[in-house]
């Protein structure tokens, strides 16, 4: 697997670090270093780029601004010595967000997020391309969207080629990315499977999962804290809540408060 990749930093030193973390990553090959977004355009008009890390700060045009105008966007890392950015990095749909300055574990987790989303990409591409055959009988739809055994301890969800077992109690959140979901568990993989948002929050138990935002929902069990918008659960995975869903995720919490 060869990942590849952009890095984007108008300071020189900080644009060698990344240039050198790129290169500790075997499924990372570096495209190019760029010292600013217009270099980086002219790239990306005619190299094949499947990530980009990029600080935000930078003359001209900042890395947002960047972003927010590509049209096919690949999997994107904010890397930027301004923690105030971050939720807007995470609206244009950014991976990770790289605190500066950061070490090379650091740069290796942000990898490692890269890498999965980055086989999630393809696995919705050869999905597409080489659809489930459905078994005599069977309605087409149906055996896209009606999940069997929600209400069991374990799930068994179509992943590609694959046929995975879920843990219900392990899942974290899960998020609608179009016609697909990707369910988020603890010590495993994302999981993407062809299934709508609405058809799994119909069959999980309604006392540990809540829809929190269009595009989510969470296992309200493995919550470790609520920053601002944002509901956590590890150092590396949170959501944000949708301005519709304040309401009912305050009730809960209302419940739990220490009074």
């Known amino acids: ?25 075997p499924y990372l090959e570096l495209v190019k270093a760029c010292s600013g977004p217009t270099e980086a ?32 966007k690949p999997i994107i890392v904010f890397v930027t010595a301004y923690a105030n950015f971050a939720v807007e990095g995470f609206q244009v749909d950014a991976t990770d967000y790289l605190l500066k300055p950061f070490s090379l574990t650091d740069f290796m987790r942000s990898a490692e997020k890269v890498k999965q989303q980055y086989e999630l990409r393809n696995a919705a591409s050869v999905s597409k391309d080489r659809p489930d055959e459905v078994e005599e009988g ?41 016609e697909y979901v990707v369910i988020f568990s603890e010590n495993s993989i994302p999981v993407m499977t062809l299934f709508s948002l609405k058809s ?15 595009s989510f929902i969470v296992n309200l069990t493995k919550i470790t804290e609520v920053v601002q918008n944002r509901i956590v659960f590890s150092k590396d995975a949170s959501v944000p809540i949708g301005d519709q869903y304040k309401k009912d995720f305050q009730n809960f919490l209302n419940q739990y408060f220490l009074k």
């Open 1 to 25: 697997m060869n990942i590849r990749c952009l890095v984007i930093d108008d300071e020189p030193l900080a644009l060698q670090q990344l240039v050198s973390y790129v290169g500790k990553i």
């Open 41 to 72: 355009m002219d790239i990306m008009a005619s190299e094949k780029v499947d990530a980009i890390f990029t600080d935000i700060e930078m003359p001209d045009i900042n890395g947002l601004e960047y972003i927010r105008s590509l049209k096919d």
């Open 138 to 178: 069977e309605d087409e739809e149906s055996s896209k969207k009606t999940p069997s055994g929600w209400d069991s301890e374990y799930v068994f969800v179509r992943a590609d080629s694959r046929t995975v077992r879920l843990r219900i109690s392990d899942i974290q959140y899960i998020e609608s990315r179009k």
């Open 200 to 214: 799994i929050e119909e069959r999980l138990p309604q006392e540990t999962f809540m829809r929190v935002h269009r």
